[in-house]
């Protein structure tokens, strides 16, 4: 797409652009008398105002490398909810934050099974819920380069992973984790 490529605001044409056509509408009125140019004109306007509006946004969005976090949808609520009693214990303003959070991590890492082979949304989820429980803190920072692994072996000798989760021991987590009480 060609917006993915911009990383330039290019005020000076856009203005240009402005101020020829703002200087047009009360010309066309004054000098030609012409109401229907100026009601073109000023449209114009607008509509090539909106177009630049989005042309800075996403050149704002390319220079700010911004990745929009994943929205948990009502199927994932309720499995959230099924899988972990604890998600049901806490307050609704922590819920609002584990479940930022855990869209901010399915956004940016990547989570894998023991083949390297991507986990379906479900697993990815709990892993990445248990992972916010046990790292809360008030600074939450997410690296693009993270990989958490969930396998089937009790420990994972690969170094390249930031979180590992056993399917043991996620069993064991599921029923006590939850995130520390302010």
Known sequence: MILDKLNDYRFSYWIAVFSFLLISIPLSVMVFDNLLLAKIFGATLVILL?????????????????????????????????????FKEISAADQDIILNRVGILLSKVKFVDENYQLLERREAIQMAYVFVCENWTDDFNVNEDWIFSFSNSKTSNDSSFKFSLSIEDFEIKKAIVKPPKH
């Open 50 to 86: 909106l177009i630049a509006l989005r042309f800075w946004f996403a050149v704002a969005r390319n220079r700010n490398n911004i990745i929009p976090r994943v929205v948990l949808n009502k199927n994932d609520l309720f499995d959230l909810h099924k899988d972990f009693n604890s």
